[in-house]
């Protein structure tokens, strides 16, 4: 080749490295926190990629040797470990996986392109000479000139089909792999990690054993052996098929895992419900009717004190005191009044649970429930309602609970809303937050903010299973700093 050409071929590697670069930001960004933001963070690491590789090449040049081989890509591969760790927040186990993955799907696209398009180039070749023979100076100048533009050209061919493969791979990875979130045993690390470092040890294979030396001239393999032009890249296909398969069939399982660690506490909180129900109905209709033979008790003994009015001093101070005493206990017996009164005993009792015990964290929680009525003949079980506003005021008391410890001035309320029309019941449930949340474009739900993110959006997802059983449906929204969450439920025929 010229010396233009081999410039070219240089300046060509460097893109194409450098779109390598642009692959990693957005592969590792998918996945990690970066350190910085992310749009100047993206930019900043393919540049420093790029001059990471490069000069990983100039001074450790590329080589057929064994030893060399293997030495040099396990110091590449730690030093990209570096790398990611400069760049990102990746203290954690999917790292391994991730630049393994990484790596392997790198190799594998650049020897799938390489093998394939060999055989391809050859036969331009013979073409071109066949085409412009070499009869004269002229002819020699325009047959050079031909070969040159045709080498470029498959060079360029060659790296944007290893960058087709590379990206649609990675971008493959990035989607399948939905539970970002989701905290891997080392049995599911290793059941993905295996195909990514076998495609890996593969590649460095490939690597070793592809250049013959027979009468002094240097041979590719699948040159000797042409049978090897469709094997070699069906192995490589099979073997980055194999990553992407491993991912989605993990995802598959994290997904029935969530699925069954939802099921399992949703039907932990319907038994709950199930059995107190019948035992606050009857332990506070026991109180509503002590409450009402005690006022009349009380009412009877103050008319009597009151009719006594020929008392001696003495025995009026006494009256007094009694007085004062069943003025006491008459307020004490106020106080077991319920506060809230939606129709449904099993949502005023739930209510008042909640709201006692958000109390002991915010004293000035002002919790709204005025507009949360429900009919008596309602059809819908009183524990199904009772799960979903259960799991809707965890959240909401969370969010709030996190508000205060934040803005301590800040206002605290939640609102909870009920309304029919026709056959679908509406509840809607409205609370204050610090206005943060994270959002993965995954995910249905926001998730939780708290450290273990493994079961985050249960108590949503409960929720969702709830109203699906009426075929209803949940939705969220965001108003500046109050969050919203509407479910809708269709009311069952009583017929």
Known sequence: MSNSVTIIFELLDVVFVLFQGYFLQYYMGSFLEPRGRRHQMGVCLAVVYTLFRKGLDAIWPPGYEGINLLGKQMVSFALLIVFVLCFYKALCSITIFLTVSFQAVRDISVYIAVILLDKPADLIFALWEWGTGKESGGDILKWLGAMNISIVGLQIFRILFALLVMGISLRKIVKDFREKDYRMHKSELKFILIPALTGLMLCMLLRAVMVTVEQDATIFLYQKYPFLVLLLPGVLFLSLLSILQGVKSLQEIAGLNREKNSRVILEKQVESMQEHMGELERVYSGVRSMKHDMRNTLAVISGLISASDSMPPKELQGNKELTAYLSDL??????????????????????????????????????????????????????????????????????????????????????????????????????????????????????????DRELHGIGLVNIKHVAESYEGAVDWDVAERMFILAVMLKVPSTD
């Open 330 to 451: 008459m307020e004490t017996m106020n106080q077991l009044e319920l506060p809230f009164h939606t129709g449904n005993s099993i949502v005023d009792a739930l209510l008042h649970m909640k709201y006692y015990e958000a109390l002991q964290s915010i004293p000035d929680l002002r919790l709204s429930a005025e507009q949360l009525l429900f009919p008596k003949d309602l059809p819908i079980r009183g524990y199904d309602i009772g799960i979903i506003l259960g799991n809707a005021l965890d959240n909401a008391l969370e969010a709030c609970v996190r508000l205060k410890k934040q803005e301590p001035e800040a206002e605290a309320f939640i609102r909870l809303i009920s309304f029919q029309k026709g056959k679908l019941l509406f509840l809607r449930i409205e609370n204050s937050f610090n206005g943060s949340l994270i959002r993965k474009p995954q995910s249905e739900f926001p998730v939780t903010a708290k450290k």
